[in-house]
Each structure stands twice: as C-alpha cells, then as structure tokens.
C-alpha cells in the first residue's frame, strides 16, 4: 500500500534539493535529483517562472530580425542601382550624323574612345587648319605629345583676320579619364595635367578658306587661299623658332607674305596643295587651275 506523504513535511527537503542541483552542492537532508531544464539551458521554475523574461527574448529577437531585414534591404538597393546602371549602359547610343536629339537628351564624349582628346578655342571660327612638321620624330607613342599647327581665321571683319601659328604641348592621355581610380591598373599612370597652347599671329587681309603647309622641317611654308581672290605663301620658319627661343624676335620681313598668287584676280577659291619639291596647285570656283613654282 503506497504510503501517503505530508505535503508540508516534504517541501523543506524539496526546496532543499533544488537549491543543491541549481548550486551544484549536495544536500545533507536528501540526495540531489536532476532539476528539469528547458530547451533554452534555464532551470524550470514552474509557475514562479518569470512571465517578463520571454517578453524581453521576444524584444531581442524582433530587434535582430529588423537588423537582418535592414541588411537585406541595403543589399536589394544595391541590385537595383546596378539594374539602373545597367539599363543605362544598354539605353547609351552611338550619335550619328543626321540623328534627332530627344527632348532632354544631350550628347557626351566617350574617353574610351580616344587615345588622346584636348579641346581649345579660337577667338575666331577657323575653315582650315594644317600641321606643321617637326624634328620630333615619326610615329611617336610615349606621351605626352607636342605638336605645331597652321589655322586661318574667317573673322567678322576683312581686317581683323589672321594667320595662328600653334603649339601645342603637355598632350596626355586622356582614354582612361571615365575610369575610376580603383578600376585602373597598376601601369597607368596617366596625368591629369592641362595641355599647355602657345599662339603666334600674322594679319591676314580677308578670310582665309584654305591653308596648306609644305610638308618640309626644313624650310616649312604655309599658303592661304583668300576671299579676296590672293593666294599668300609665308615663310614660317622663323616664326616657329620663336616658340622654342625665349625672348627671340620676329623679324618685319617674317610678318609679310613672301609671296602672293594674283592669278585668280578677284576670284576666290579652296582648292590648293604642294608637292614635295615645293610646287603650288591652285584651284578657284571659275574652275581655273594655276600652277606656282
């Protein structure tokens, strides 16, 4: 017949064992018996169990769900700024000539494109400009460059036109300048320094429709076609010394014409070109040719 036990006379020794499995020392009055856990790794205790504890675990966890999600939300703004680049790669196009602007459109330089793009301006819309050989070498790729130039102004006013004499010097590369510092390789170590542009001025009576340079280091000479119906032929040597001679002066004789073409008379023209031997082919809108030597 089981025997029937005193609550009260049991709970002292109860309470006794509990206090021993939780502290981890025996009991004198009754051997220590396992003290349920829970999942959690915290003693049961039952009804008195501490009905806040959860609601702070449930806090905790919210707060760390909300983290995650913050996270998860950070990445999903990074996707769609990629999406949103990549259909503006995809929307960019090649203008070609004759194409009609949108509204809102504009047209932007692609670098990638040019191994070397400078832009300048003239006080005075230039029709023709030609290239001034030098003794700088052929087929030179180390940058940056150095080159000269011939242009012919087409000004307001008859007497306000010129002949420009340019150099043009400290001409880097500009093809990786869209790319960002962390996106170039280690070997590129492009400059991001301004060209650098000298000008010498000869006057010129009437617009100039053409220049052509006589291909020659030598003795380089630049022809100019006027409105006026004269071809000009200038000897400008001299002048291109001055740009790497500071303080050198340019003689009067080198702000003449050393020769006019008069020829056409009062006919204007645009064709023109030199030989290698220094012969002058002219060419104006009455379809007459002459030949100068």
Partial sequence: MPKRQNPKASEPSSEKAKIAAVSGKGSTDQPSKPVSMDIDGDANMGEFEDAYDDEIEEEDMVERNEDSDGVEMMGDDDDEEEETEEVAEKTRQVYLPGDQLGEGETLQVDNSAYHMLHNMSVHWPC???????????????????????????????????????????????????????????????????????????????????????????????????????????????????????????????????????????????????WNADGRLLTGDCNSQIYLTT
């Fill in 127 to 273: 029709l023709s400009f030609d290239f001034v050989p030098d003794s700088l070498g052929n087929s030179r790729s180390a940058f940056p460059h150095t080159m000269y130039a011939v242009a012919g102004t087409q000004a307001e006013r008859s007497y306000q036109n010129q002949v420009l004499l340019l150099k043009w010097s400290q001409l880097h590369r500009t093809i990786h300048d869209d790319m960002d510092d962390e996106d170039k390789d280690d070997d590129i170590n492009d400059l991001d320094e301004d060209p650098i542009l000298e000008t010498k001025t000869l006057r010129h009576q009437g617009g100039v429709n053409r220049v052509r340079v006589l291909q020659s280091h030598q003795s380089p000479l630049a022809a100019t076609w006027a409105d006026t119906g004269k071809v000009h032929i200038w000897d400008i040597k001299q002048l291109m010394n001055t740009f790497d001679t500071p303080g050198a002066q340019v003689p009067t004789s080198a702000q003449q014409p050393m020769f006019t073409v008069a020829s056409h008379g009062r006919t204007e023209g645009y064709a023109m070109d």
